[in-house]
């Protein structure tokens, strides 16, 4: 599980203002994934990525930006938070060989 | 589109009873089902896959593809067993770009 590391695991921002979620795998996993998890919704995958320089809206990417220079790094970017971009993040990744899916511990972001 | 219906969002039983946690899914291909757990204070992790049709700590889960269901079961349930629960469903196994559907998470509370 150390594999994969989320930082910070603790963000407070304010409205308007540019947040970065950091991810970071040490497996040299192809696929990488972020969700959201909200109290009614469950967790939703927000933007994932197949290789480096290779990513693609999951069901909610409105007001994220992903990127993906590196196959171990997948920083996500809410570029003008709002309030209902309060939620815990979570990065996952896969390899191919298996296809379960290895979280990191998550980000608990709130947006004042 | 693929969509994961968990109907409980929250089942409480007594230690040493039965529980079931129910799933059912809606989509057309040969989709892979998991159930997903997420331990208070701990990362989300797999507990089981369908494929495999193995049991892991107590708890079984079988396709029923007439029903479209894949409902997670353990005879006899334990205190540790409480936590947050997530179906999960991968569309065309390995094509779909691993990506995963979650349903909104059952959450068991398993008391002495």
């Known amino acids: 599980d150390a594999g994969i590391t989320q930082s910070p695991r603790y963000k407070i921002t304010e409205t308007g203002r540019q947040v970065t979620l950091m991810c970071h795998q040490t497996w040299s996993h192809s696929y990488m994934f972020w969700y959201r998890q909200d109290l009614g919704h469950g967790l939703r995958l927000i933007y994932y990525?197949?290789?480096?320089?290779?990513?693609d809206k999951g069901e909610v990417p409105d007001g994220y930006v992903v990127s993906r220079s590196k196959t171990e790094n997948f920083p996500l970017t809410l570029e003008s938070a709002t309030r209902s971009q309060t939620s815990v993040y979570f990065c996952a990744t896969t390899g191919t060989a298996s296809n379960e899916q290895f979280f990191g511990p998550g980000t608990r972001l709130t947006v004042l | 589109a693929q969509r994961v219906t968990q109907p409980e969002k929250l089942l409480s039983v007594f230690k040493g009873a039965p529980v079931e946690l129910k799933c059912n899914y809606s989509y057309s291909g040969s989709p892979e089902l998991f159930w997903y757990v997420q331990y208070s204070r701990q990362r989300l992790q797999l507990l089981l896959r369908h494929i495999s049709r193995e049991s892991i700590k107590g708890f079984t889960a079988d396709l029923n593809k007439g029903e479209t269901s894949f409902h997670l079961k353990k005879p006899f349930a334990q205190e540790e067993d409480s936590a947050m629960y997530y179906c999960?469903?991968?569309?065309?196994?390995?094509?779909?770009?691993?990506?995963?559907?979650f349903g909104k998470g059952t959450l068991l509370t398993v008391n002495p």
């Open positions: 990525s197949a290789a480096a320089d290779i990513t």
């Open positions: 999960a469903l991968e569309a065309d196994s390995g094509g779909s770009n691993y990506k995963l559907t």
